[in-house]
C-alpha cells in the first residue's frame, strides 16, 4: 500500500514536471514567434529601401555606395537572425512532441537549438553582419582615432578638401590628447580595441568567403574559434563609443550619438539593449533607427 502511493505521488510529480516542461517550450516559441515577425519585416524594410540605390552598389566613388553597403549589411542581419529564430522554433516544436501533452514522454531526446552548428553559424553570421555595420557607422571617428594613435588609418579621402578636414579633425584630437594623460591613455586603449575590431572583421569576412570550400570537420572548428566571442564581446562598445567617451569632449566630438529604435515588448529581451547580461542568441541586436550613416564621398580601405 505504501509502494503504491509513492508510486502514486512520483507520477504526479512527474506529470506536473512534464506540465512545467510544455509551458515552458511554449513560451519560447511564442517569444521566438514574436521576434520572427519582426526579423521578416526589417529584412523587407531594408530591402526595400536599398532598391533605389542599386545602381550604386559597386561605385565606391559615390556616397549611395555607403548609404546601400551599410543597409545591405542591415539586411543580412535581420536575415541571419531569422534563421536563428527558425533553428529556435523548430527544436522548440520537436521537444513538445517528446514532452507529450497528459503528462506522457514521447520517444526522441530534448534538443538545446541554441547550441547547434546551424545555429552558431547563423549567430555568427549576424553578429559579422552588424558589427561590420557599426564600423561603418562610427567610420570618421575610428579612422580619427586610429590615426592619432598611429595605428593606420580606414578612410582614404577622395578630394584635398576632404584630406584638410581629416588632418584638422586628428589634429585635434592629438593636440588635446597631448594635453591631457588621462585621455591619451584611454584613447591608446580604445584605438588597440577598434582595430582589434577592425581585425575581427576581416576575419570573419574570409571565414565565410571561403565557406563553401570549406570541409565539415574545419566547419566545426571555425565555428567554435574563440574569436567569435570576441568579436560579439566588442559590439556593445561600437554601439556606446559617444557615450563612453563622454568624459572626454574632444574624443566625444568625433562620434555620432546612437539611436535606439523602439521595439516591440517581446522583442526587447533579445534584440534591445538590455542591463543586465542576457542569454547568448539574439540578444544585443541593437540597430539604429531611421537611417544607416552619413553619407560621403570617402572611399574605404
Request: charged content about 25%.
Amino acid at each position: 500500500m505504501a509502494e503504491q502511493q509513492e508510486i502514486s505521488e512520483a507520477m504526479k510529480e512527474l506529470e506536473g514536471a512534464v506540465g512545467d516542461a510544455r509551458r515552458h517550450f511554449g513560451d519560447l516559441i511564442k517569444n521566438a514567434q514574436v521576434q520572427l515577425t519582426y526579423a521578416r519585416e526589417q529584412q523587407a524594410r531594408w530591402k526595400r529601401e536599398m532598391k533605389p540605390l542599386e545602381a550604386f552598389k559597386d561605385d565606391v566613388s559615390r556616397p549611395e555606395n555607403n548609404t546601400y553597403v551599410s543597409m545591405d549589411l542591415l539586411h543580412q542581419t535581420y536575415v541571419a537572425m531569422q534563421a536563428m529564430l527558425e533553428l529556435e522554433i523548430a527544436g522548440y516544436e520537436h521537444n513538445l512532441e517528446v514532452v507529450g501533452p497528459n503528462g506522457s514522454l514521447g520517444h526522441g531526446n530534448l534538443q538545446v537549438p541554441t547550441r547547434t552548428l546551424a545555429y552558431l553559424e547563423q549567430k555568427r553570421r549576424m553578429d559579422l553582419a552588424h558589427a561590420r555595420y557599426l564600423v561603418r557607422f562610427n567610420l570618421p571617428g575610428i579612422d580619427a582615432v586610429l590615426r592619432a594613435t598611429g595605428l593606420g588609418q580606414c578612410i582614404t579621402p577622395a578630394s584635398d578638401a576632404q584630406r584638410a578636414e581629416r588632418a584638422e579633425v586628428v589634429g585635434k584630437l592629438t593636440s588635446a590628447a597631448e594635453a591631457s594623460q588621462g585621455l591619451g591613455r584611454f584613447l591608446e586603449r580604445l584605438s588597440a580595441d577598434l582595430l582589434a575590431v577592425r581585425q575581427l572583421n576581416k576575419w570573419g569576412m574570409q571565414v565565410f568567403d571561403a565557406w563553401d570550400a570549406t570541409g565539415a570537420d574545419a566547419r566545426k572548428a571555425l565555428i567554435e574559434h574563440p574569436d567569435w566571442s570576441r568579436l560579439e564581446g566588442q559590439i556593445p562598445l561600437l554601439q556606446e563609443l559617444h557615450e563612453r567617451t563622454a568624459t572626454y569632449l574632444p574624443l566625444q566630438a568625433v562620434f555620432v550619438p546612437w539611436k535606439r529604435e523602439p521595439l516591440p515588448f517581446a522583442a526587447q529581451k533579445h534584440v534591445a539593449a538590455q542591463p543586465a547580461p542576457a542569454r547568448k542568441g539574439t540578444d544585443r541586436l541593437d540597430l539604429q533607427s531611421g537611417s544607416t550613416g552619413r553619407q560621403s564621398t570617402i572611399r574605404l580601405q
